[in-house]
Protein backbone atom coordinates (compact mmCIF):
# COMPACT_ATOMS: atom_id res chain seq x y z
CA UNK A 1 0.00 0.00 0.00
CA UNK A 2 1.42 3.19 -0.66
CA UNK A 3 1.64 5.75 1.42
CA UNK A 4 2.55 9.41 0.99
CA UNK A 5 3.89 11.89 3.96
CA UNK A 6 4.90 15.79 3.84
CA UNK A 7 6.79 17.92 5.23
CA UNK A 8 8.30 21.53 5.61
CA UNK A 9 4.97 23.66 6.04
CA UNK A 10 4.91 26.66 7.84
CA UNK A 11 4.52 30.36 8.35
CA UNK A 12 6.28 32.21 6.09
CA UNK A 13 6.19 36.25 5.92
CA UNK A 14 4.91 37.53 1.83
CA UNK A 15 7.63 37.34 -0.61
CA UNK A 16 9.67 34.68 1.45
CA UNK A 17 10.02 30.71 0.60
CA UNK A 18 9.31 27.40 1.59
CA UNK A 19 10.81 23.66 0.21
CA UNK A 20 8.04 21.08 0.44
CA UNK A 21 9.09 17.66 0.78
CA UNK A 22 7.13 14.14 0.07
CA UNK A 23 8.45 10.87 1.03
CA UNK A 24 6.30 7.88 -1.24
CA UNK A 25 6.80 4.32 -0.02
CA UNK A 26 5.39 1.18 -0.42
CA UNK A 27 4.42 -0.78 -3.32
CA UNK A 28 6.49 1.15 -5.75
CA UNK A 29 7.53 -1.24 -8.55
CA UNK A 30 7.09 0.71 -11.20
CA UNK A 31 6.95 4.33 -13.05
CA UNK A 32 4.97 6.26 -11.38
CA UNK A 33 3.41 10.29 -11.78
CA UNK A 34 3.70 12.87 -8.18
CA UNK A 35 2.14 15.89 -8.27
CA UNK A 36 1.65 18.79 -5.62
CA UNK A 37 -2.14 20.22 -4.86
CA UNK A 38 -3.23 22.72 -2.41
CA UNK A 39 -6.88 23.77 -0.68
CA UNK A 40 -7.54 27.03 0.94
CA UNK A 41 -10.07 27.54 3.40
CA UNK A 42 -13.37 27.25 1.56
CA UNK A 43 -12.30 26.58 -1.56
CA UNK A 44 -11.83 22.78 -4.02
CA UNK A 45 -8.62 20.92 -4.33
CA UNK A 46 -6.40 22.63 -7.04
CA UNK A 47 -3.18 21.46 -8.75
CA UNK A 48 0.04 23.42 -7.94
CA UNK A 49 2.34 21.06 -10.07
CA UNK A 50 3.05 17.66 -11.13
CA UNK A 51 6.02 15.69 -12.87
CA UNK A 52 6.23 12.86 -14.52
CA UNK A 53 8.79 9.84 -14.92
CA UNK A 54 11.01 11.88 -16.85
CA UNK A 55 11.19 14.87 -14.49
CA UNK A 56 8.11 16.48 -17.03
CA UNK A 57 6.38 19.09 -15.52
CA UNK A 58 3.28 21.16 -15.53
CA UNK A 59 2.40 23.68 -13.04
CA UNK A 60 -0.88 25.96 -12.64
CA UNK A 61 -0.67 29.53 -14.14
CA UNK A 62 -0.89 30.41 -10.71
CA UNK A 63 2.31 29.62 -9.55
CA UNK A 64 4.33 29.73 -12.52
CA UNK A 65 7.40 31.30 -12.19
CA UNK A 66 7.37 31.04 -8.62
CA UNK A 67 7.70 27.53 -7.81
CA UNK A 68 9.79 24.59 -8.84
CA UNK A 69 8.77 21.13 -8.73
CA UNK A 70 11.06 18.06 -8.94
CA UNK A 71 11.93 14.71 -8.08
CA UNK A 72 14.45 12.63 -6.98
CA UNK A 73 13.45 8.67 -7.71
CA UNK A 74 16.40 6.87 -5.94
CA UNK A 75 14.74 8.82 -2.76
CA UNK A 76 11.16 8.16 -4.04
CA UNK A 77 10.49 11.34 -3.50
CA UNK A 78 9.20 14.75 -4.55
CA UNK A 79 9.90 18.42 -3.42
CA UNK A 80 8.38 21.87 -4.22
CA UNK A 81 10.41 24.64 -3.85
CA UNK A 82 8.22 27.64 -3.36
CA UNK A 83 9.48 31.48 -3.62
CA UNK A 84 7.86 34.37 -3.79
CA UNK A 85 5.36 33.53 -1.77
CA UNK A 86 1.90 35.63 -1.81
CA UNK A 87 -1.09 35.39 1.19
CA UNK A 88 -3.00 33.81 -1.69
CA UNK A 89 -0.65 30.74 -1.44
CA UNK A 90 -1.97 29.89 1.68
CA UNK A 91 -3.42 26.57 1.99
CA UNK A 92 -2.75 23.26 2.97
CA UNK A 93 -0.92 21.12 0.18
CA UNK A 94 -1.44 17.58 -0.39
CA UNK A 95 1.11 15.41 -1.79
CA UNK A 96 -0.18 13.35 -4.66
CA UNK A 97 1.05 10.17 -6.66
CA UNK A 98 -0.89 8.52 -9.32
CA UNK A 99 0.08 5.10 -10.46
CA UNK A 100 -3.25 2.67 -11.68
CA UNK A 101 -5.07 5.22 -8.89
CA UNK A 102 -4.43 8.16 -6.88
CA UNK A 103 -2.57 8.20 -3.62
CA UNK A 104 -2.91 11.27 -1.22
CA UNK A 105 -0.85 12.63 1.82
CA UNK A 106 -2.39 13.92 4.88
CA UNK A 107 -1.12 16.95 3.75
CA UNK A 108 0.92 19.99 5.16
CA UNK A 109 -0.10 23.42 5.88
CA UNK A 110 1.56 26.54 4.15
CA UNK A 111 0.66 30.10 6.19
CA UNK A 112 1.80 33.44 4.21
CA UNK A 113 1.39 36.48 6.20
CA UNK A 114 2.99 39.09 7.67
Known amino acids: QVQLVESGGGLVQPGGSLRLSCVAS????????MGWYRQAPGQQREMVAR???????VYSDSVKGRFTISRDNDKNTVYLQMSSLRPTDTALYYC????????WGKGTLVTVSS
Open 96 to 103: NLFRFRDY
Open 26 to 33: GGLDGPYS
Open 51 to 57: IGTSSNA
